[in-house]
């Protein structure tokens, strides 16, 4: 009998013991939120969704270059000499059309190095977090306003003038007659 009422004291104290961390708990403020109903703030200089205000992009391709993990992906179709692209905000001349400006934010670490060196601050970091898709492929965010099939077709016609431009050049290089050599200079008179 003393056997089972030794067993229930140590139940009963375990149960005390398990519970001590609870009980110290259930008299103070809640640490958790309601979320989605409620959000904590998140603190100056997060780093969540980038985005890029894209009538200020110049296509520098800097953002590009410097990411680690290779993630923007930009195509840029130089202006027309009789094209004004005008300026961005900051007062840097818009020389290229940004036809492609896509960034893999399944690839992204998060390093923040792509926003540090965009010279007209048109790429930066949200404090959007809620990024979840059903879709591998909706993780890359679009942000040029051009259409794909305008875009491809810009290209393409930069593509083909720049062939064009460089079958040009060759051509005249082979037409040129060949520069006359330097005359050999004349040896030391001997005794
Ligand atoms: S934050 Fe870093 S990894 Fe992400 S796009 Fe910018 S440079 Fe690339
Ligand atoms: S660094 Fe800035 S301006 Fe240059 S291509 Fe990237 S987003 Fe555009």
């Known amino acids: 009998m003393s056997q089972y009422f030794k067993n229930v004291f140590s139940g009963v104290y375990t149960v005390l013991i398990g519970m001590r961390e609870t009980w110290k708990h259930l008299f103070r403020p809640a640490t958790t939120i309601r979320y989605p109903h409620a959000r ?3 603190p100056a200089g997060t780093r969540m969704q980038l985005f890029n205000n894209v009538d ?27 094209e004004d692209l005008g300026k961005a905000s900051t007062g840097n001349p818009i020389r290229q059309h940004v036809v492609r400006f896509d960034i893999d934010m399944f690839k992204c670490c998060y390093c923040d190095l792509c926003t540090t060196v965009c010279p007209t601050e048109c790429l930066y970091m949200t404090d959007k977090y809620e990024s979840t898709v059903y879709e591998r492929s909706n993780g890359i965010f679009h942000f040029s306003k051009y259409e794909p099939a305008l875009a491809a077709k810009m290209l393409a016609e930069q593509a ?29 008179a001997t005794h």
Do not use: Q, S
């Not at 520098?60 to 195509?75: M, S």
């Not at 079958?167 to 004349?186: H, I, L």
């Open 40 to 42: 904590v703030e998140l």
């Open 56 to 82: 200020d992009c110049i296509g520098c391709l800097k953002c590009a270059r410097i990411c680690p993990v290779d993630c923007i992906y930009i195509d840029t179709v130089k202006a027309k000499p009789t």
């Open 160 to 188: 083909a003038e720049e062939a064009a431009a460089a079958a040009a050049r060759a051509a005249k290089a082979a037409a040129a007659p060949p520069k006359p050599k330097p005359a050999a200079a004349a040896e030391p």
